[in-house]
Structure formats: C-alpha cells, structure tokens
C-alpha cells in the first residue's frame, strides 16, 4: 500500500519529525549566535589594537615571573623583593665587620683589613 504524502495526517507526521530534528540546531544557531555577539564586543573592546600583536605580548608578560610581579604588586615591591635578600647579606656582613673591627670608621689598623703600605 502506497503512502499518499499529501494526506493531511502525513503532513502532520512530517512536520513534527521535522520540527523534533532540528529543534536542537534551532537551540544551536541561538548559541552561536550569542557567542558571535560576546566575541565582537570583546573585539570593539581592542579598539585599534591588533590582537595578534597584543595577545603574544600578554601570553609573555603572564608567562615572566618578574613582569607579573611588576604588574601585580608594583615596580617598589618587585625592587624589595629582588634587593631584600641581597640587603639583609650586606647588613649581616657589616655586623659582622663591626664585631671584629669595631673601630672601623677610623684609619685604624684591623685585623681584618689588609694594612697600608706606606
């Protein structure tokens, strides 16, 4: 028995397995089409900027444990903490000259240094 496809209960069956099929790309399209409008906002964000200049630059400087302290915490923290280590060596070594040679300030002889020839 042949199906006559212009009955109108084949019309119906048709259009519901139609409209059941691409119910999930119509959902798809409004998701696509959200991601498209989020994309181009952060795009106008870049204004005259070439993103494929600046997006390197941004992996570097993320990427650099220096640079990100920099950005982070400021040019006077990173200083501290690079210099910190190097200040509290120097200070605990003149204590220590100071123990030996308290007299250093003067033209003194001191065992530590070497003695002037004359």
């Known amino acids: 028995m042949p199906i006559d496809i212009t009955a109108p209960e084949v019309q119906t069956a048709i259009a519901e397995a139609v409209a059941e099929q691409t119910e999930g790309l119509a959902a798809n399209k409004q998701a696509i089409l959200d991601e ?22 941004i992996e570097k400087v993320s990427s650099d444990e220096a640079l990100s302290s920099i950005i982070t915490d400021g040019v006077e923290a990173f200083i501290e903490k690079r210099n910190g280590p190097l200040a509290e060596a120097h200070e605990t070594q003149m204590t220590r000259s100071r123990r030996v040679c308290p007299n250093s300030s003067s033209n003194s002889t001191c065992a530590m240094r070497p003695k002037r020839r004359a």
């Open 36 to 57: 498209k409008k989020a994309v181009e906002a952060k795009l106008k964000a870049w204004g005259s900027l070439d993103p494929a200049v600046v997006v390197p630059f």
